[in-house]
């Protein structure tokens, strides 16, 4: 890619009697792109770098984001971070933000911050507060924002989305300002369970081993949640903390607080497991259609059973970029 940091050329063909239409084309043409919708076994996916991404970016895989959001609240207290950031930051950067929702409650939260969420969908609301900006971008690709110009750099869910995690971390720290946090949230796709009930070659087993099947043949783990803090002290972030967390699939926590969440993360899976599942199962490892059905009908019956106390495990890692680097 060119360095965006030098001299745009300039094209010299063109001319202004023509230039305003040939502007007004190209836009049309790039915003055509962006917009033209691929759609797949009845689900509709980004068109923007096809087929970089797994997951759909329609309203059930919204309303599945959306309730991960709620998730994530109450696991945090409330909290849309635990990273130690300025009280009143300035430049905040939301990397693959979905449905926007974590960066318009950020936004809303902290109305001095200019805040900007990207994503390869532009399916965000265009009513949002007003310092907040949503962009088309991928941040697997070298990242054109200036150097050093983020004091808060946050993703969520970035599982399947990268091929080479230090390349990624390395933009990272050079958009961060010096001393600045990044935080990263990640879920395990495999559940566990601590009693047994989670027997080897039971649904939820057969669903773990499947689905971290597809992310190494895909080209992009999904066993992030694991690995997040190994990967950012490789990187060179400094100060890492990682907090870990339990989520019940269901509920059948006795603790009042877990059944909560359990019963919010069962309604999650629910929603979520066929755009979770669908397009690798077909082009990854040719399943059919009916297949794939067969396979989450299944899933959605073990969901059901609270005789199996299923669990996954949610992080929260932090670290701050070296203020000498």
């Not at 709620?70 to 939301?94: C, F, K, Q, T």
Request: charged share 25%; with cysteine.
């Amino acid at each position: 890619m060119a360095d965006f940091g030098g001299q745009i050329v300039v094209d010299t063909e063109d001319n202004d009697s023509t230039y305003n239409e040939d502007d007004a084309s190209e836009t049309t043409s790039l915003k055509s792109a962006i917009l033209n919708y691929k759609y797949r076994n009845g689900r509709r996916y980004h068109a923007y770098k096809e087929g970089s991404y797994w997951g759909p970016n329609d309203e059930d895989q919204a309303d599945q984001l959306d309730i991960f959001h709620h998730i994530s609240l109450l696991v945090l207290d409330g909290e849309l971070h635990l990273a130690p950031i300025p009280e009143n930051p300035m430049r905040v950067l939301d990397l693959g933000t979905g449905t926007g929702i974590w960066a318009i409650d950020f936004a809303d939260k902290h109305p001095s911050a200019e805040v900007l969420g990207t994503d390869l969908s532009p399916t965000q609301p265009s009513l949002i507060p007003p310092n907040l900006h949503f962009e088309v971008d991928d941040f697997t690709e070298p990242w054109v924002f200036r150097k050093e110009s983020f004091d808060f750099i946050h993703a969520r869910c970035l599982y399947g989305c990268v091929a080479d995690w230090p390349a990624f971390y390395k933009e990272v720290l050079a958009h961060l300002q010096p001393g600045a946090y990044f935080e990263q949230v990640e879920m395990s796709v495999a559940p566990k369970s601590d009693d047994g009930t989670v027997l080897p070659d039971s649904m939820f087993d057969q669903w773990g081993k499947t689905s971290l099947l597809l992310g190494d043949k895909f080209g992009k783990t999904l066993r992030v949640v694991d690995e997040a803090k190994g990967n950012m002290q490789a990187a060179g972030f400094v100060d890492i903390v990682e907090h870990r967390w339990k989520l019940p699939i269901g509920g059948w926590p006795a603790d009042k607080r877990f059944k909560e969440i359990g019963q919010y993360n069962r309604i999650h899976w629910e929603q979520g497991i066929e755009g979770w599942s669908i397009y690798l199962l077909t082009t990854v490892l040719q399943w059919s259609v009916e297949e794939v059905q067969i396979y989450l009908a299944k899933m959605r019956t073990a969901l059901k059973d609270r005789k199996i106390h299923a669990y996954q495990e949610l992080s929260v890692v932090y670290g701050r970029k070296p203020p000498s680097l």
